[in-house]
């Protein structure tokens, strides 16, 4: 074969090898899209990581007595603090299991929101150790619980409230000094065994303790019902001719001075208040027949359970309790401070202050999310 030849046969194989070599061309964008697979999944990565950074949560409410307007301005403060989590993209709508129960009923409004998988449980209980088991499971299931005005024992559980106790011994200690340490009381409390009543009777019974002379003539339970407070009072002033002090507490007050004044005794009782607007207002009233007339109202915010919120979304938020605040009668207890008392020498300010309030408003408070923030670490 000359060369000529040989250079063309060359040159034919040569081309016939490229042109078959362009078959397997195609794949090479496929060779050449692998670095952009592990792109995209390096780019997924980043907003799932982002999600996980800005989780929005869920939190369940479990209120076992809606029998008071103080519990329902708790539920309207939780729901306008939540409005504000909303807008900041924290939490969705507030899933609320609100009703008049008993403790199995409470414990069912529990095991709905387990059910439900809600990130956190604020619960205003009914009993002091009668839920501890659904709370403790709840706590199992990864849940946040937290425990809003009254102590409870549950294992996991914190209790973001004021100190019940204290509160007592405020308005039990002021009537004790006004009554210069001696005569014969009654006590008219809210519902026997519930955790709030329980405590703060205990604070009471402490206070007179100091006082051997003050004598506790009349005990009645007016279930914290205006009405029923009422005629509690009516039927012991019928029956105790001769009563020197009454203590007394939250919406039955404004019917114990109801009883009080339609009764007219010679000799008014002392009387411990609330600090509620229509307590406010027929205060104000009193003082107009009599400018002598002096009592007490120690705020019971109803706004503890959107203090409870607030320490619940720190905890979300990956921060843990300091447990060297912790306190009360089981050691897990975040006390929030008493807001603030009303008495003969604010009074006037203060009325003036609620004047506008519908009177079923519970004087109020509850505490910052940089307050709460100070509980955790």
């Known amino acids: 074969m000359n060369k000529q030849k040989y250079l063309m046969l060359f040159a034919l194989l040569l081309a016939l090898s490229l042109a078959a070599c362009g078959g397997g061309e195609e794949p090479a964008p496929a060779a050449e899209e692998a670095p952009q697979e592990v792109e995209e999944s390096a780019?997924?990565?980043?907003?799932?990581?982002?999600?996980?950074?800005?989780?929005?949560?869920?939190?369940?409410?479990?209120?076992?007595?809606?029998?008071?307007?103080?519990?329902?301005?708790?539920?309207?403060?939780?729901?306008?603090?939540?409005?504000?989590?909303?807008?900041?993209?924290?939490?969705?709508?507030?899933?609320?299991?609100?009703?008049?129960?008993?403790?199995q009923g409470q414990i069912q409004q529990v095991q709905n929101l387990i059910n439900r998988e809600v990130d956190a449980i604020i619960i205003n209980p009914n009993s002091q150790d009668g839920l501890n088991a659904v709370l403790e499971e709840a706590v199992e299931a990864g849940i946040v619980v937290i425990a809003v005005d009254q102590e409870i024992s549950a294992e996991g559980v914190y209790n973001v409230v004021i100190d019940q106790t204290e509160w007592a011994r405020i308005s039990a200690r002021w009537l004790a000094e006004q009554l210069g340490g001696t005569g014969d009381v009654v006590l008219i409390e809210g519902f026997v065994g519930h955790p709030a009543n329980e405590a703060r009777m205990a604070g009471v019974d402490e206070v007179f303790s100091e006082y051997p002379d003050l004598n506790v003539v009349g005990r009645e339970s007016g279930m914290w019902d205006q009405a029923t407070g009422q005629q509690v009072m009516s039927d012991l002033l019928a029956s105790l001719p001769n009563i020197d002090g009454v203590w007394t507490q939250d919406g039955m007050a404004t019917g114990v001075l109801q009883a009080i004044v339609g009764a007219n005794p010679d000799q008014w009782p002392i009387v411990t208040g609330e600090a509620?607007?229509?307590?406010?207002?027929?205060?104000?009233?009193?003082?107009?027949?009599?400018?002598?007339?002096?009592?007490?109202?120690?705020?019971?915010?109803?706004?503890?359970?959107?203090?409870?919120?607030?320490?619940?979304?720190?905890?979300?938020?990956?921060?843990?309790?300091?447990?060297?605040?912790?306190?009360?009668?089981?050691?897990n207890s975040l006390y929030v401070p008493i807001p603030f008392v009303v008495d003969?020498?604010?009074?006037?300010?203060i009325s003036a202050e609620y004047a506008d309030q519908p009177a079923s408003y519970t004087l109020d408070g509850f505490i910052t999310q940089e307050e709460a923030a100070a509980f955790t670490r």
């Open 276 to 331: 509620r607007a229509n307590y406010l207002q027929l205060w104000d009233e009193v003082l107009t027949d009599r400018s002598d007339f002096n009592t007490i109202g120690v705020v019971n915010p109803p706004g503890v359970g959107a203090s409870g919120m607030r320490v619940a979304i720190e905890l979300l938020q990956g921060n843990s309790v300091d447990e060297s605040q912790l306190a009360g009668p089981f050691g």
């Open 344 to 349: 003969g020498d604010n009074f006037a300010e």
């Open 43 to 103: 780019e997924e990565e980043m907003i799932e990581e982002e999600t996980a950074e800005g989780e929005v949560f869920t939190i369940g409410v479990s209120n076992g007595f809606v029998g008071s307007e103080w519990r329902t301005q708790m539920i309207q403060n939780m729901e306008e603090v939540n409005a504000e989590y909303m807008a900041e993209g924290l939490t969705t709508e507030l899933v609320i299991e609100s009703a008049d129960v008993d403790i």
